[in-house]
């Protein structure tokens, strides 16, 4: 049962992430956020090693309404989006309340809907074989906390540690911290 839990909730970022890469092609600046540009970083430590995501760090699509149910950010390693290692954060609060500047925190529970992802493509004769993925939040043992110091008209902004788990082999997540823009529709 906890396999299948798993593997509903890394779908569930993956599906995520991936709506994310594929609306980016829509964005203003031809799809092209790589760097630093325009404000937009994603870096954190993964066991001590300073890691940078800081390629097409994006948010999901600007809310239409005046309450954000969802946030969603990613980012990735290098350029090739398709190969390079990448990290993304999910969190969804359904209902009237939304989500608000404020830190949102779970520890192995479906309590919230915060997920942590760190993702590794694995690559044999320059293809694509498999993705490792470790996951934070929801999946047992683990624990994610998300703190939103900045959701405005632009993007979101924030902080972000946590433990993530693939199998028996965790990885600790601290000092993370993110300025995302949101996508851009035509």
Known sequence: MNKLIYGINVGRILLGLC????VQGCSKSGGSNSGNSGGAFLTCKINGQLHQFNSKVNAN???VTTTVHAVVVGGWEGEDTGKAPGFGITLTIPG????KEATYAVAGTTDLELDGQYYIQNI???QVVSTTSYSGGRTAG?????TITSLT???VK???SGLLRNGDNFLTIT????????????
């Not at 683990?142 to 998300?146: A, E, R």
């Not at 993110?178 to 851009?184: D, E, G, Q, T, V």
Request: hydrophobic share 25%; charged share 10%; net charge negative.
């Open 19 to 22: 709506c994310i890469l594929s």
């Open 61 to 63: 699509q600007k809310p």
């Open 96 to 99: 009237t309340t939304g989500v």
């Open 124 to 126: 044999q004769n320059g």
């Open 142 to 146: 683990t624990n994610f906390t998300l």
């Open 153 to 155: 008209d632009w993007g």
């Open 158 to 160: 924030g902080t972000f």
């Open 175 to 186: 000092e993370g911290s993110f300025s995302a823009p949101y996508n851009s529709a035509h």
